[in-house]
């Protein structure tokens, strides 16, 4: 069903089918080729050592399926975003319902075709409508819930989740930084971040929110973006439709119109982009200078096309500025110097890092993906997404051969030697 899922995707999103292969099919794909190669390995009941003290006993830890999974999907990935967490739910062997975005309902009916032409009612199904059956899905007895979306919400389904003390796996996003310290590759870092940025018209949880870039190499790296909107758009925002992501809708697009007139208000200057085509939802990649920590694009996620630059005087005001914010989804460095690395590395906490890249940590399903506090809790994909979906059971055999059949009441003297002996040598 490709051409299905890249019709659908053009028709919610305008993307192109290029972007829609690399984001969404590919993601998709690799995900299921993944698990399909290593379930056999992750669904074992694995035998676990026994301590000398309980050695007459034999111990393993079986996984089992959780049971029930909501998964509530939203509308930026809408078909990755929606089958990729189905992916952990299946494997680790339970049952499932979808509640895809409304805001792309092409794609939600292609979810919803897919799936029921793939498993039975009882397996999984589909439930498309308005935020208020989410409400009414989250009301219901699951056993585990994932969420994908913001924080304000995904505190709303914790708080469904736990009047069933139901798991859950909450990926929340928020404002990503990018550091570019005074040793990065400032080419390098320049495609990379544009690119990042920009696909899918910024609308990405992982996206590059703002970068904090140091005083000596800022003016050389504002250039540098600017050469690769300049080759990226070279044709204009209407000829770049083609490439080039829409915003999902009206209401979001008006948004963003806003962040970027308070922006400017407040001292940011336009660099370049932030053309708007108001019918066709196409609001072009702009860069914008001269922010200070205060302008209002620096307060809440901007999840679009807006590159606000900070000029910081060095790495450890990157780092203080990172750490007085709630902990992002994702944190990106640019830097040649392994020193570098490792201060932030050790400095600071987040859902992700990546050094000298952005968001390919995203396409490793041998990491674990997924935020902290703020930015989300628990992780998926691979064998996490599995383990996520599973019940780690405990399981222990023991034998007529037990010393701790000397330990019954009454406790006496002797009884007493054993006890602090056991505790001492075992």
């Not at 690395?341 to 952005?358: A, F």
């Not at 691979?382 to 399981?395: M, Q």
């Amino acid at each position: 069903m490709e051409d299905e899922v890249l019709a659908a995707l053009s028709k919610d999103l305008g993307k192109s089918r290029t972007e829609a292969l690399l984001a969404e099919v590919y993601g998709v794909k690799a995900e299921a080729n993944f698990a399909i190669k290593n379930l056999h390995s992750w669904m074992k009941t694995k035998r676990v050592a026994s301590p000398l003290a309980i050695s007459f006993t034999k111990s393993w830890v079986k996984p089992e399926p959780k049971g029930s999974v909501l998964i509530i999907s939203p509308w930026n990935y809408p078909i990755m975003l929606c089958l990729n967490p189905l992916i952990a739910a299946i494997s680790s062997g339970n049952t499932a319902v979808l509640k895809p975005s409304e805001l792309t309902p092409a794609s939600g009916d292609l979810v919803k075709k897919l799936i029921e032409k793939t498993f039975s009612s009882d397996e999984v199904a589909v439930f498309l409508g308005e935020k208020d059956l989410a409400q009414k899905l989250l009301e219901l007895p699951f056993n585990h819930i994932i969420f994908t979306g913001s924080p304000k919400v995904g505190k709303l389904v914790m708080e469904a989740a736990s009047k069933h003390l139901a798991g859950v796996t909450l990926e929340l996003g928020g404002k990503s930084p990018v550091i570019v310290d005074k040793h990065a590759n400032v080419k390098d870092a320049a495609w990379k971040i544009a690119f990042y940025k920009f696909a899918n018209a910024g609308q990405t949880c992982t996206a590059p929110d703002y970068i904090l870039c140091d005083e000596d190499v800022h003016d050389d790296l504002v250039l540098a973006l600017e050469k690769n909107m300049s080759q990226f758009f070279a044709e204009g925002i209407d000829e770049s439709k083609k490439d080039y992501c829409s915003i999902a809708n009206e209401h979001h697009l008006n948004r963003l119109k806003s962040a970027l007139v308070d922006a400017t208000s407040s001292g940011a200057e336009i660099v370049c982009g932030g053309e708007i085509s108001q019918s066709g939802l196409y609001f072009s990649p702009a860069i914008l200078t001269g922010v200070n920590y205060s302008n209002p694009i620096m307060q809440e996620e901007i999840f679009g096309p807006i590159l606000p630059i900070v000029k910081v005087g060095g790495l450890e005001e990157s780092i203080n500025y990172v750490n007085k914010n709630e902990k992002p989804l994702a944190l990106y460095l640019f830097s040649n110097k392994s020193s570098v690395h490792n201060e932030v590395l050790k400095s600071t906490s987040s859902g992700g890092m990546v050094i000298n890249d952005c968001v390919l940590h995203h396409m490793n399903p041998n990491l674990p993906f997924g935020g902290i506090n703020n930015s989300g809790v628990g992780s998926y994909h691979g064998k996490f997404g599995f383990d996520a979906c599973s019940h780690h059971k405990a399981v222990l055999k023991s034998s007529s051969i037990s010393p701790f059949k000397m330990m019954l009441p009454p406790y006496t003297k002797t009884k007493e030697t054993l006890a602090s002996l056991i505790k001492k040598y075992f």
